[in-house]
């Protein structure tokens, strides 16, 4: 059967963040091209061998409708669902909210009269066999707590009817918003793909599903929505609820001994015979389909590819510490783990569930074969350095307890720390009794607090202030300008069409006349959001970041797949529904707020990349590998991945994060012995909720820069950029020796 036949379901976007939002619950994905160019990316969903189709169509129904029409020819999926945003129509609806249609409204049909306007509209019926399904979904969630907002409680899910046309809509008092109100008054959303997309399904004959965060509420403040969180938290709410639903289609095809064994999985045997479904969700970003199972007594759990009796499964080796090991060999094998400081680095291999993070990469190594035990794994982690981190964050200032550090090698790009918290016991979830170890995975699962999420590699955070680092690159490298060149700053910049000024964080002074360099000391809000609308401009602001590796994923040297789930960082986008520069968005992104998200591994990449002349090395985990006679299998060879700034660039960006340890913001992260560079960074995480904290920086010993990190601190108020800072310091004397 060929992959496009394979394909359960097909799912459509609008816009780039509903698109990441969906391809962030898909694995193994894979590039294939309609005959008319087309591009869909075929990936699986974690837990059930379910092949997902991804496409984004841009907007307006017309598109959505061919494209939906192709997408039909090509899979002849199970089911078609278009997933997204969209702006509130119904009172009550709050932002965060999902709305899953049960019809949708093409609202523009209709016939002037002298007496007005006389609806003829079309109306496309959700598939009651897909309403039900989403109906259930929706009663797990509730009982299970899902999805993110920015205020109390869990975003709800409604069922009722959306409108779409070919407006946007942001006024409460519009003639369109009349005729919506006297024509389709029980529509609860509207928005401008789901009328075409529903009619293709329709003359195709097939299931179709529409799925909408609610992003604004079409009240004239639809700016200010799109400039804060809530439109991503909208696109995540949306993605997990379809998701989630294409999980429970029944028609999906069971799993197959090939597919498990590449997705690395470790899943039940095949004398296992009926399997049911429970939805369990972890973090805003993912919904996994776990399978509940019903073992006879006289039945053995084993894993494929394990090897038989006395045949262990190779160790995992940090500094001569073995992190990871196995009991005994064959099937009865049961895997033990030695600190919870390597726990998501590390990952885990239980029998019954999926295998993560370097279990899960190194998978066929491990495991052997039937005669012969697996090798060692040998990482490039440095025991003092990791732990110290892992120590370090735990005992922080931060009330959440969350956060993550990266610490990294400039000159070859060896990891040597990734630490994500609060942690996990991964010996929990390989407990021998399989009902324990799915218990301790659905508890962890469960938890507020979200233990299993990789923070440190796989969940992308606004930046802040750390993202002047890409600005100043723009304007040192693009821009002509100087550390020393004068520019302009003072208490607040009212970007030009913009009601919302920009304002300095208290105490930040920041005269009307500065110095880049020193605009770059203090953090000077307004001066860099003035840089990015008046000279960078949203074209230059994403070329240099994605020089510096934002909108790809930096996966680690042997993981083509991304076994290891690395997430990519991204500008967002930065103009107008029309394709016109938005002013605001660009005043804003220049201080990594807006749509600005980066993760921890790619602010200690952007460090690194300063610290080793603008030369960004590939990051890897695996220092060797040594098979089980002791003969050396792989060494680690560095290698360039890219190189966004010259030499000189890399200086003077150096000099100035210097500056900032010296004498600015980052004078925590001060150590003796060594000369230390960095940038502090503060982040709004949206209404009501306290801000991130953000230090990134690299230590220099003896003229040779021999570490990069960047440590990120989850919510951490008041004071959370000088803890982060005080703990990269920390960090930098481990790995310093002093």
Request: overall charge neutral; proline content about 5%.
């Amino acid at each position: 059967m060929s992959e496009s036949e394979d394909v359960v379901a097909v799912v459509l976007t609008a816009l780039d963040e509903e698109y990441d939002a969906v391809r962030a619950h898909l694995i193994d994905l894979r590039e294939q091209r309609h005959s008319m160019g087309t591009i869909f990316e075929v990936g699986v969903l974690p837990g059930r061998q379910v092949r997902v189709a991804l496409a984004l169509t841009g907007q307006g129904n017309t598109v959505a409708a061919a494209l939906a029409e192709r997408a039909l020819a090509m899979f002849k999926p199970k089911a078609l669902l278009f997933v997204g945003i969209a702006g509130a129509l119904r009172d009550g609806l709050r932002l965060g909210d999902v709305v899953v249609a049960t019809r949708v409204y093409a609202y523009h049909g209709g016939r002037w009269e002298p007496e007005g306007f006389r609806a003829r509209p079309r109306v496309f019926e959700a598939p009651h066999e897909l309403e039900q399904i989403a109906r259930s979904v929706a009663r797990t969630f509730r009982r299970e707590g899902w999805g993110r907002t920015l205020d109390a409680g869990a975003p709800r899910i409604l069922f009722a009817p959306i409108a779409a046309g070919e407006v946007v809509l942001n006024s409460r008092t519009s003639p369109l918003r009349e005729q919506i109100n006297r024509h389709y008054n029980d529509a609860a959303a509207i928005e401008m793909e789901s009328a075409g997309a529903a009619h293709a399904a329709h003359l195709n004959q097939a299931l179709a599903m529409v799925v909408r965060g609610i992003s604004d509420l079409a009240d004239g403040d639809k700016d200010w929505a799109d400039v804060t969180a809530w439109r991503n938290i909208a696109c995540e709410n949306a993605a997990q609820v379809a998701m989630a639903l294409i999980g429970a289609l029944p028609e999906a095809p069971p799993a197959r001994p090939g597919l498990v064994e590449r997705l690395g999985q470790r899943l039940l045997g095949a004398s296992v015979g009926s399997m049911g479904r429970r939805t369990a969700v972890i973090g805003p970003m993912l919904a996994i389909v776990l399978l509940a199972v019903t073992v006879p007594v006289a039945w053995q759990l084993t894993r494929p590819g394990h090897g038989g009796a006395g045949v262990l499964r190779g160790q995992i080796i940090v500094s001569g510490l073995v992190v990871a090991r196995s009991d005994q060999g064959g099937r009865d094998d049961r895997r033990s783990y030695s600190a919870v400081a390597y726990a998501h680095v590390v990952g885990v291999a239980p029998v019954a569930l999926p295998a993560t993070g370097v279990e899960r990469l190194e998978d066929a190594f491990l495991a052997g074969n039937a005669t012969r035990s697996g090798g060692q794994v040998v990482l490039s982690l440095r025991r003092e350095v990791q732990e110290t981190a892992f120590r370090e964050l735990s005992q922080s200032r931060n009330p959440a307890g969350r956060g993550a550090v990266v610490v990294l090698d400039p000159a070859t790009g060896a990891v040597l720390a990734s630490v994500s918290t609060p942690a996990f016991d991964p010996n929990e979830l390989v407990a021998s009794d399989p009902s324990s170890a799915r218990a301790a995975y659905e508890k962890a699962s469960n938890d507020w607090t979200q233990p299993l999420l990789n923070r440190a590699i796989s969940q992308a955070y606004p930046p802040g202030s750390i993202f002047m680092v890409v600005m100043a690159a723009a304007a040192l490298q693009n821009g002509g300008t100087t550390s020393e060149q004068m520019i302009r700053g003072g208490d607040h910049y009212q970007p030009p069409g913009v009601t919302v000024a920009v304002r300095n964080a208290p105490n930040v002074v920041c005269p009307d006349a500065i110095t880049l360099k020193q605009a770059f000391t203090v953090s000077c809000n307004t001066a860099f959001s003035r840089l990015g609308v008046e000279r960078t401009g949203s074209a230059g602001i994403e070329s240099t970041a994605r020089a510096f590796g934002f909108a790809t994923v930096p996966t680690f040297d042997r993981d083509e797949a991304n076994a290891m789930a690395v997430g990519a960082s991204d500008t967002g986008a930065m103009t107008t529904a029309a394709g016109q520069p938005d002013v605001n968005a660009v005043a804003n992104a220049s201080i990594g707020l807006a749509n600005v998200r980066m993760t921890p591994l790619q602010g200690a990449l952007l460090a690194a990349t300063i610290a080793n002349k603008g030369r960004q090395m590939r990051p890897y985990l695996v220092d060797r590998l040594v098979n089980a006679d002791g003969t050396i299998a792989y060494n680690a060879h560095p290698s360039v991945l890219r190189e966004p700034l010259t030499p000189q660039t890399a200086d003077v960006l150096s000099d100035m994060m210097y500056n900032v340890v010296d004498n600015g913001t980052g004078q925590n992260a001060r150590v003796d012995g060594i000369r230390v560079a960095g940038k502090t960074g503060t982040a709004q995480a949206g209404a009501g909720r306290n801000t991130h904290g953000w230090f990134i920086g690299f230590a220099v010993k003896n003229g040779k820069p021999i570490a990069a990190l960047a440590v990120f601190l989850e919510q951490a108020g008041a004071g959370g950029a000088g803890d982060a800072t005080r703990i990269g310091g920390a960090i930098l004397a481990a790995a310093a020796g002093t």
